[in-house]
């Protein structure tokens, strides 16, 4: 079975410039998570779909962070402008019926 | 605010040793608590988790102690190998819907 796949892996951009992050998971995974880990700390999470609905959104910064999930497949995370403080891993994570999240590797964004 | 605290920051175990890391929470609106591993580069993946109707489980080398009225779980890691190195996460699933809030993670060293 495929894991979460994410790309770019790594992303390196000036402030006030956007970035968008691309999200496919497990296949049959109704529910998709984006986190943003800051390092040194746990992963927080931004926003929850389940098929192409938003679940949670609450803690996602909505005056420059947007998701989407079209086809209620593939996702993708935007950020726009983005600030320093949004240096941090992105990390997609999807879940089927049970409670366990598989998180993809991650996309690790620099913000110069 | 947060809900989960998660300690040691860091811990240095020798090889074969036990390997303990304990985490408390702030409400009782939880009921499912896991343990995530977390490998350099890679996304947090599941290790073992436990519902709030039993104290104890245990998957080989690894045991989740939960003391439900202290509020506090811990993770144990028997015979601990240098494999092991890695960050480990504790979280806690809130009751009603899918969602993770993680503690800040604890950097486990195994030395020979």
């Known amino acids: 079975e495929a894991g979460v796949a994410q790309s770019p892996r790594y992303k390196i951009i000036e402030k006030r410039q956007s970035v968008a992050f691309w999200c496919n998971p497990i296949?049959?995974?109704?529910?998709l998570y984006w986190y943003q880990q800051i390092l040194g700390q746990g992963p927080k999470l931004l926003i929850q779909?389940?098929?192409?609905?938003?679940?949670?959104d609450s803690q996602l910064p909505k005056d420059r962070f947007s998701a989407e999930r079209l086809k209620g497949v593939d996702s993708t995370l935007k950020i726009q402008p983005a600030k320093l403080e949004d240096s941090a891993v992105y990390l997609c994570?999807?879940?089927?019926?049970?409670?366990?999240?598989?998180f993809g590797p991650g996309t690790r964004l620099t913000v110069l | 605010q947060q809900q989960v605290k998660q300690s040691p920051q860091s811990l240095i175990v020798q090889k074969g040793g036990i390997s303990i890391i304990n985490c408390a929470y702030e409400?009782?609106?939880?009921?499912?608590f896991p343990w995530y591993q977390q490998f350099p580069g890679k996304g947090p993946a599941l290790l073992i988790a436990?519902?709030?109707?039993?104290s104890e489980k245990k998957e080989g080398r690894f045991t989740i102690s939960f003391n439900k009225s202290a509020k506090q779980f811990s993770l144990h890691i028997m015979d601990s190998q240098p494999g092991d190195s890695a960050t480990y996460f504790c979280?806690?699933?809130?009751?009603?819907?899918?969602?993770?809030?993680f503690g800040t993670g604890t950097r486990l060293t195994i030395i020979p």
């Open positions: 994570a999807s879940r089927a019926l049970t409670n366990e999240q598989f």
């Open positions: 296949s049959g995974h109704a529910t």
């Open positions: 779909f389940q098929n192409n609905g938003v679940v949670d």
């Open positions: 409400n009782t609106a939880f009921d499912y």
């Open positions: 436990i519902r709030p109707d039993v």
């Open positions: 979280a806690v699933k809130h009751f009603g819907n899918e969602k993770l809030t």
